[in-house]
C-alpha cells in the first residue's frame, strides 16, 4: 500500500490539534507507520522546502517552520498521497475555509502560511520526505538491509 509523509506544523502542534488530527487520520483509513517530534533548524527547513527557495516568502516559511516542534508521520494507505492532499484542502487555509470546510486546514489552519499540515505531492517527494525524517525508510538503507538478509542466508547465518 502506498505511504506518504504527513506533518503537524508548529501551529498545529502548539495549537493542540494533533488528536483532533490523528482522530481524523484514521477515521479516514490511513494507518500511522511511524511518528516523530522533530524541531526543524534553517537548515532542515530549507532542505525540506528546497523548491521554494526562490519565492518570496521562502525567509518567513522558514521562521515559520522553525518557531517550534513538529510532528512528522508517514501515514498508509491505498493512494494515501493523494487522498491525504484532499483531506488537508488547499494551501491556504483562509480560502480552505470557504471552499473545502471539512479540510484539516479548514479547521486548523489560519492563513496561506501558518495552515497546520503538511502532505507529500508526489510519490518522488513522498520517498524522499519519508528518507529525510525517517532514515531507516532511505532506499539505500532498505538496500543494505535486503542484502544483509540475502548475504545472511547465503553464509548459512538464517534459514
Ligand atoms: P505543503 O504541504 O506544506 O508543501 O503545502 P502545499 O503543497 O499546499 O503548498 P506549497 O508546497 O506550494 O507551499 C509550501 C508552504 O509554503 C505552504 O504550506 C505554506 O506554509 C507556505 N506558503 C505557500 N504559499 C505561500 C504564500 O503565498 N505566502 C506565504 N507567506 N507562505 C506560503
Ligand atoms: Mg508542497
Given at each position: 500500500r502506498e505511504k506518504t509523509l504527513a506533518m503537524i506544523k508548529p501551529d498545529g502542534l502548539s495549537g493542540n490539534y494533533t488528536d483532533g488530527i490523528k482522530k481524523v487520520i484514521l477515521e479516514s483509513?490511513?494507518?500511522?507507520?511511524r511518528e516523530r517530534v522533530v524541531q526543524l533548524d534553517e537548515n532542515g527547513a530549507a532542505t525540506f522546502y528546497a523548491?521554494?527557495?526562490?519565492?518570496?516568502f521562502f525567509s518567513s516559511l522558514i521562521k515559520y517552520m522553525t518557531s517550534g516542534p513538529a510532528l512528522a508521520m508517514v501515514l498508509e494507505k491505498e493512494n494515501a498521497i493523494a487522498d491525504w492532499r484532499t483531506l488537508i484542502g488547499p494551501t491556504d487555509a483562509r480560502k480552505a475555509k470557504i471552499?473545502?470546510?471539512?479540510s484539516i486546514r479548514a479547521m486548523c489552519g489560519l492563513d496561506s502560511e501558518k495552515n497546520c499540515i503538511h502532505g507529500s505531492d508526489s510519490p518522488q517527494s513522498a520517498q524522499r520526505e519519508m528518507s529525510f525524517f525517517f532514515?531507516?525508510?532511505?532506499s539505500v538503507h532498505l538496500l543494505c538491509q535486503q542484502l544483509y538478509v540475502q548475504f545472511s542466508i547465503l553464509v548459512g547465518l538464517v534459514e
Open positions: 483509513g490511513f494507518r500511522i507507520l523548491e521554494h527557495s526562490s519565492r518570496s471552499t473545502h470546510p471539512h532514515k531507516e525508510m532511505s
